[in-house]
């Protein structure tokens, strides 16, 4: 998988990021489940609340 900074600076209402621990977390979490890549993005919304993004977002996911 390939992620933008985007997606790690995505910040909660208090300015935590969502970070590489998040992000792997989540995406371990996505890959047991074997769930759609937009569970991933989903995690990221319910970390920001209502914070908007700052920066773009990006994930590429390729499955050989």
């Known amino acids: 998988m390939l992620t933008s900074d ?8 208090n300015g935590r990021l969502f970070g590489l ?3 792997t977390a989540a995406y371990t979490t996505l890959l047991e489940r074997q769930g ?3 569970d991933l993005l989903d995690a ?3 970390h920001r609340g209502r914070n ?9 996911e390729l499955t050989l």
């Open 6 to 13: 985007g997606l790690l600076e995505a910040s909660d209402p």
């Open 36 to 38: 759609p890549l937009e």
């Open 52 to 60: 908007s993004l700052e920066d773009d977002v990006l994930i590429l």
């Open 44 to 46: 990221v919304r319910y």
């Open 21 to 23: 621990e998040r992000l």
